[in-house]
């Protein structure tokens, strides 16, 4: 028999390999006859800030899930997201500033910004109709891989809410948030993932999904149901289904069953972390964002002005102090000619080889001149004794090593 959600012990590495490869078994019912048919895998790659932060999709877990679909002999395999507005405003790519694109071709499989895709109609409330990208229903298996994130306007993030990714562009993520809740279940409605592998490696607590602090929880969770693995993501977490306004209405519109609600009720927790720290808005915050009034100030929003204030590089600094924005869009690019590691610093603990995406043999590697380094950083930024640099300028990534430097290195 199926089961409606596995829960995997992750410590390690060779855990992350062995837990996918035992999702695959267990849900192989998904898998398509054809193995040449379109396999797409939605990480959340909602900002430029890594898996470490606890922001966005361990790049650990698409290797591996990716690398077991091919030896499963898939081949059609494209790595999909749409990140936020305020990237896709601003010409950021975080698909490239995450190093996704770099890890696809290092991988042989393609990337896609479903930001600038063909759209499908999708319903959403007050009579609005926004457009969500195409493709993720037209995929044979589509694989939505969320991270456990809180969330300052909607309780949390997990499979449901990740789902905004695929609307295309900001225009259509921007109608989202006339209701918000009640949008999220409307794009569920229509884009059905076959199979929900969710990122509980490094999860957020506090004010997410951006500005949060990381928490090593060391677990991967798949099944099959969104809302069922939200509401037992909530329970996980320790935050009340009755904080989660779209949880509210999916439990009471009877989008999850008596008995798959006991299943989680039942479940023994103990070993998660401590109930994760909720989102708390200031005043401010919580009026502009209160779902009664949002349509109005999206009204406002989209005025001339308001666009002009707020693409500004002082409207900009306003609303991320005033916590109306959680993003920094810097403009920096960073260029890395190459990683420096400081023997004398280094204490050979390999913490560097546990977190390196590809697996590369850590530290030895790092005076070897290997080409397929992702330059993704996550080296650099877990490694307790900071005995890795580089050559060359951060540029956005000194924000996060600003933010999280310190954090990440206490927290992995
Ligand atoms: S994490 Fe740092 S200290 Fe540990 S082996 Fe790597 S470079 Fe050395
Ligand atoms: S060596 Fe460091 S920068 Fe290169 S892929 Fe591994 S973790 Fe990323």
């Given at each position: 028999m199926i089961p409606s959600f596995q829960i995997f012990d992750c410590r390690s590495r060779q855990q992350i390999r062995e837990a996918i490869v035992r999702v695959f078994d267990l849900?192989?019912?998904?898998?398509?006859?054809?193995?040449t048919g379109l396999i797409l895998l939605k990480p959340n790659?909602?900002?430029?800030?890594?898996a470490l932060t606890g922001n966005t999709t361990d790049l650990r877990l698409l290797v591996e899930i990716v690398t077991e679909l091919q030896k499963r002999d898939y081949r059609n395999i494209i790595i999909a997201e749409g990140s936020n507005s305020g990237f896709y405003r601003n010409n950021i790519s975080v698909i490239n500033r995450l190093r996704v694109d770099t890890m696809a071709a290092a991988l042989g499989v393609e990337v896609l910004d479903l930001n600038y895709t063909e759209g499908q109609e999708i319903e959403l409330d007050h009579g609005l109709k926004g457009e969500a990208a195409k493709i993720c229903s037209e995929a044979e298996l589509f694989i939505n891989v969320p991270k456990i994130k809180t969330h300052f306007e909607v309780g949390i993030t997990v499979c449901l809410k990740s789902l905004i990714g695929c609307m295309v562009g900001q225009k259509n993520k921007k109608k989202i948030h006339d209701n918000l809740p009640r949008n999220i279940l409307n794009i569920n409605r229509v884009i059905k993932p076959h199979l929900q592998i969710i990122d509980g490696l490094i999860a957020m607590e506090g004010n997410g999904p951006t500005r949060g602090t990381p928490v090593l929880c060391g677990k991967i969770i798949a099944g099959r149901d969104p809302v069922l693995l939200d509401y037992l993501c909530a329970r996980i977490m320790g935050i009340p289904f009755t904080a989660v306004d779209y949880l509210k209405i999916a439990l009471h519109e009877k989008l999850l069953s008596d008995q798959d609600r006991g299943s989680v009720d039942s479940l023994e927790l103990d070993s998660w972390p401590a109930p994760f720290k909720q989102a708390h808005s200031n005043l401010l915050v919580r009026f502009i964002f209160n779902h009664r009034f949002q349509r109005y100030f999206q009204m406002i929003r989209a005025t001339s002005w308001a666009e002009k204030l707020c693409s500004s590089r002082f409207g900009g600094k306003l609303l991320y102090l005033s916590g109306i924005r959680q993003d920094v869009f810097l403009a920096d690019t960073t260029h890395i000619e190459r990683l420096v590691h400081n023997q004398e610093r280094c204490k050979k603990c390999r913490k560097c080889e546990e977190y390196c995406p590809l697996g590369r043999k850590l530290p030895e590697g790092f005076d070897l001149t290997d080409e397929t380094c992702l330059h993704c950083l996550y080296c650099l930024s877990v490694c307790p004794e900071q005995a890795i640099t580089i050559a060359g300028d951060l540029g956005f990534f000194a924000e996060q090593v600003r933010q999280y430097g310190y954090l990440i290195r206490k927290t992995l």
């Open positions: 849900y192989q019912a998904v898998l398509p006859r054809d193995k790659l909602n900002s430029h800030m890594n």
